[in-house]
């Protein structure tokens, strides 16, 4: 790995982490304060850092003039795909009697290492560093 891809993951991990604020307080939010099922919790406090992580992400991190609306398709291509196999298997994890936040902690982990990857190979491939500087 180059140090340009190191660099890349660096600010990855600390947009995504940014995002996991926003992702777990909401989470706490709605399944604490709310008392909805972790599956419900679960898929809107996603939502909400996906958002969040793919603006910054995208502007600061790949640098990408890349098409807003074909890359948000393709992130939510990856999402169609992760987002039932977490929620499914956190559902299970959690009907079995697994934490709710340990189970959280863990999706999340998964999902930082999967998404780098799809952005970096996929999403921006031959399209990072292509933003206009100011």
Not at 53 to 82: D, I
Request: include cysteine; glycine fraction near 6%.
């Amino acid at each position: 790995m180059n140090s340009k891809s190191v660099w890349q993951a660096v600010k990855f991990l600390l947009f995504s982490v940014s995002a996991g604020v926003i992702q777990i307080g909401s989470f706490t939010l709605f399944n604490e304060l709310c008392g909805w099922d972790y599956w419900l919790s679960y898929l809107i406090s996603l939502v909400l850092s996906v958002l969040w992580n793919f603006t910054f992400n995208r502007r600061y991190t790949f640098k990408s003039a890349a098409n807003v609306p074909v890359a948000m398709a393709k992130v939510f291509g990856f999402y169609l795909v992760f987002t039932p196999l977490s929620l499914w298997l956190g559902h299970l994890a959690t009907e079995a009697g697994a934490n709710e936040y340990l189970t959280e902690g863990v999706t999340m982990v998964c999902n930082f290492i999967l998404e780098f990857l799809f952005c970096k190979f996929f999403v921006y491939r031959h399209q990072e560093d292509t933003l206009p500087q100011k």
